[in-house]
């Protein structure tokens, strides 16, 4: 289990960290994350902006991670969080039947925003294809860096990838 509950007796409630999460953009307009995201978050990918008409994952992701304290709705797990959404699913392809797709380039260039601008954790709840240098080379910059990688994927090479660039750092 997560150990939310013990944590949140402990005072945690990840207020002053950042979580970002790269993924198919966030309604920003839901209540849960009033005040919350940060002004950092962006599409890596094109100029689209974070909501995604076609796509909830990123929302339901960041939903689970960080929604409010609020007694209503849910809670995420580290409710007082900022989230920083770095949106970067391939244009239209939230729209098919198999949904999103996400280019290695764009997945890197999420982590590389993350970075930069100094958030402590980043999420890439992503399946696809083995990954490439590239994503492989900010994974490791990441991890050097002392960003925590959370990989919750549906494709197990990914996160395989993952850890093997967290290794050859």
């Keep these: 289990l997560h150990g939310a509950i013990t944590a949140w007796q402990s005072g945690a409630s990840g207020a002053g960290t950042t979580i970002a999460i790269v993924d198919s953009g966030i309604n920003t307009s839901n209540s849960e994350f009033a005040g919350r995201i940060a002004s950092s978050?962006?599409?890596?990918v094109q100029s689209r902006g974070l909501n995604n008409a076609d796509d909830d994952h990123g929302t339901q992701v960041?939903?689970?991670a960080a929604a409010a304290r609020?007694?209503?709705g849910i809670v995420g797990t580290a409710w007082g969080a900022t989230i920083q959404m770095l949106r970067a699913d391939?244009?239209?392809s939230?729209?098919?039947s198999?949904?999103?797709?996400f280019a290695d380039s764009a997945i890197a260039a999420g982590i590389n925003a993350a970075v930069a601008s100094g958030a402590k954790v980043i999420n890439l709840s992503l399946g696809g294809d083995p990954a490439n240098t590239t994503l492989r080379s900010a994974v490791a910059r990441a991890a050097s860096?002392?960003?925590v990688l959370l990989g919750l994927t549906a494709v197990v090479h990914r996160l395989l990838a993952i850890q093997r660039a967290v290794a050859d750092r």
């Design 145 to 147: 860096a002392g960003v």
């Design 62 to 64: 960041a939903l689970t």
């Design 94 to 96: 939230c729209a098919a």
């Design 70 to 72: 609020n007694n209503s």
């Design 41 to 44: 978050s962006t599409d890596v």
């Design 98 to 101: 198999d949904g999103c797709t």
């Design 90 to 92: 391939t244009p239209g």
